[in-house]
T-cell receptor
Framework: GAVVSQHPSWVICKSGTSVKIECRSL??????MFWYRQFPKQSLMLMAT?????????EQGVEKDKFLINHASLTLSTLTVTSAHPEDSSFYIC?????????????FGAGSRLTVL | AQSVTQPDIHITVSEGASLELRCNYS??????LFWYVQSPGQGLQLLLK??????LVQGIKGFEAEFKRSQSSFNLRKPSVHWSDAAEYFC???????????FGAGTTVTVRA
């Protein structure tokens, strides 16, 4: 089946530094990927839609200069948290749609936990 | 706008007992509905989905859900839970041909021996 890999699964960084999280579709091509943020014991909040070869579409209230998204290939999207601060600490999850699939089914990555000290 | 409500924040059930998780949605037409399960520190795994047709859908791990349009509900059920079913369960709604999903707040399931 379709597999989405996220890396790193856990990252700790100092306040003010930038962190990049990768989301890869391992066995399918994904023209569209989605980035979510999840706070402890809460639901997933959609941050942005990442489209291969074009700019990401951000949800209302999400700072695009803070959360840089790049979708340079059909199998890779990256989320860069710039100048991270403790309030950016969260669980970030990506999902991808198989472009060959006609169904509204997304495959989710295992998530990346970011802790900003 | 679409939205999902999961009324139960936490449910505790005995192993072998039945389980039902409630989900109510708000959407103007017939939505696409999903149930996902998340184990601690993990991503989401799709349990089942409803797009159209038979309103009782079967999923993986022995789960099923029933779409009731009149009640705007899509409740998840399992006849006999196993300790491995302890996890967080999310109901989600999406518009046809739109892959942006709205998730409920989730229900934590604890299974006691």
């Amino acid at each position: 089946g379709a597999v989405v890999s996220q890396h790193p699964s856990w990252v700790i960084c100092k306040s003010g530094t930038s962190v990049k999280i990768e989301c890869r579709s391992l066995d399918f091509q994904a023209t569209t990927m989605f980035w979510y943020r999840q706070f402890p014991k809460q639901s997933l909040m959609l941050m942005a839609t990442s489209n291969e070869g074009s700019k990401a579409t951000y949800e209302q209230g999400v700072e695009k200069d803070k959360f840089l998204i790049n979708h340079a290939s059909l199998t890779l999207s990256t989320l860069t948290v710039t100048s991270a601060h403790p309030e950016d600490s969260s669980f970030y999850i990506c999902s991808a749609k198989d472009r060959e699939s006609g169904a509204n089914v997304l495959t989710f990555g295992a998530g990346s936990r970011l802790t900003v000290l | 706008a679409q939205s999902v409500t999961q009324p139960d924040i936490h449910i505790t059930v005995s192993e072998g007992a039945s389980l039902e998780l409630r989900c109510n949605y708000s959407y103007g037409a017939t939505p696409y509905l999903f149930w996902y399960v998340q184990s601690p520190g993990q991503g989401l795994q799709l349990l089942l989905k409803y797009f159209s047709g038979d309103t009782l859908v079967q999923g993986i791990k022995g789960f099923e859900a029933e779409f009731k349009r009149s009640q705007s509900s899509f409740n998840l059920r399992k006849p006999s839970v196993h300790w491995s079913d302890a996890a967080e369960y999310f109901c989600a709604v999406g518009a046809p041909d739109d892959y942006k999903l709205s998730f409920g707040a989730g229900t934590t399931v604890t299974v006691r021996a």
